[in-house]
């Protein structure tokens, strides 16, 4: 089992930034992929982003690229996202994941997420 606390998430303006926060426990950190992905209420899971467990190589999706930015400190076990530019349709509950990097690509492991942080931006 792994340990994941996300952090950061609030209620801001539109055209306003929050930066999330994952510290991550009970695996090696420094030896995995992570990423973010968001759900809101009635819209399906959506992949935010992810980042190779070197931090050399990041992925986004195409909702937030150019405004959103995954990033990581392997020496405290954190990833984050600073997201800038918020959209009301970026609300969402945002949760962090434990990856697996295969073929340039970071796939998410079942059940290796955290409980989330709520991110609201009105407009």
């Known amino acids: 089992q792994v340990d994941l606390v996300e952090s950061g998430g609030g209620s801001v303006q539109a055209g306003g930034s929050l930066r999330l926060s994952c510290t991550a426990a009970?695996?090696?950190?420094?030896?995995?992929?992570m990423g973010w992905f968001r759900q809101a209420p009635g819209k399906e899971h959506e992949e935010v982003a992810y980042?190779?467990?070197?931090?050399?190589?990041?992925q986004y999706g195409d909702s937030v690229k150019g405004r959103f930015t995954i990033s990581r400190d392997n020496a405290e076990n954190t990833v984050y996202l600073q997201m800038i530019s918020l959209k009301p349709e970026d609300s969402a509950m945002y949760h962090c994941?434990?990856?697996?990097?295969?073929?340039?690509?970071?796939?998410?492991?079942?059940?290796?997420w955290g409980q989330g942080t709520q991110v609201t931006v009105s407009s």
């Open positions: 980042i190779s467990s070197t931090g050399e190589i990041t």
């Open positions: 009970r695996f090696k950190f420094s030896n995995n992929c």
């Open positions: 994941v434990v990856g697996d990097w295969a073929s340039g690509l970071c796939f998410p492991k079942a059940g290796y």
